[in-house]
T-cell receptor, first 112, second 118 residues
Framework: DAKTTQPPSMDCAEGRAANLPCNHS???????VYWYRQIHSQGPQYIIH???NNETNEMASLIITEDRKSSTLILPHATLRDTAVYYC?????????????FGTGTRLKVLA | GAGVSQSPRYKVAKRGQDVALRCDPI?????LFWYQQALGQGPEFLTY????????KSGLPSDRFFAERPEGSVSTLKIQRTQQEDSAVYLC????????????????FGPGTRLTVT
């Protein structure tokens, strides 16, 4: 039962901003939105997370809509090394555990 | 500092063999998770430990799958009588807070073990 919906793939020109959308219309009040990425043959890497406010760190920005039903991950200046599968995860208490429920993610290809 | 490590990185097993996959979490991390990732899919939760206690095993696909973390650090995922459908990457992740109360603590993933059952 996927909790998030993401486009399967996106392209972005190197040096431009990459905006990756995610729908999570059934999110509940105490659930956080997490973003991870997975580069080929590696484990998922944490990027950023948020609850209701927009967040920024050295890797990316996270914009969450006011109704919290969708969010956008922004990579401000994409490089070739940002080519990866990006997962949007809604993390809440499921069966007594704060586990991650991954969807199929967005495959981002950064083009030279 | 050292991240999460997993061994072996690659494992080929003949159908019916037993396998054991090891995870070394980040030192001091309380929580440990196992996930299974089929080709082209996102990871799927298998089981969760808080220290040595296995608090959630709802994702284990069958009774052929068994996980343990006897001293609250290293964990082993064992698969008995492997089947071709067990072929996948098995990911381990650790977190510094308990999964049942640590709502905001991110999980750190290892590189995974790619299991191929022939």
């Amino acid at each position: 039962d996927a909790k998030t919906t993401q486009p399967p793939s996106m392209d972005c020109a190197e040096g431009r901003a990459a905006n990756l959308p995610c729908n999570h219309s059934t999110i509940s009040g105490n659930e956080y939105v997490y973003w991870y990425r997975q580069i080929h043959s590696q484990g998922p890497q944490y990027i950023i997370h948020g609850l209701k406010n927009n967040e920024t760190n050295e890797m990316a920005s996270l914009i969450i809509t006011e109704d919290r039903k969708s969010s956008t991950l922004i990579l401000p200046h994409a490089t070739l090394r940002d080519t990866a599968v990006y997962y949007c995860i809604v993390r809440g208490l499921t069966s007594g555990t704060y586990k991650y429920i991954f969807g199929t993610g967005t495959r981002l290809k950064v083009l030279a | 500092g050292a991240g999460v490590s997993q061994s072996p990185r690659y494992k080929v097993a003949k159908r019916g063999q037993d396998v054991a996959l090891r995870c070394d979490p980040i030192s001091g991390h309380v929580s440990l998770f196992w996930y299974q990732q089929a080709l082209g899919q996102g990871p799927e939760f298998l089981t969760y430990f808080q220290n040595e206690a296995q608090l959630d095993k709802s994702g284990l696909p069958s009774d052929r799958f068994f996980a343990e973390r006897p001293e609250g650090s290293v964990s082993t995922l064992k698969i008995q009588r492997t089947q071709q459908e067990d072929s996948a990457v098995y990911l381990c992740a650790s977190s510094s807070r308990a999964g049942r109360s640590g709502t905001t603590y991110e999980q750190y993933f290892g590189p995974g073990t790619r299991l191929t059952v022939t």
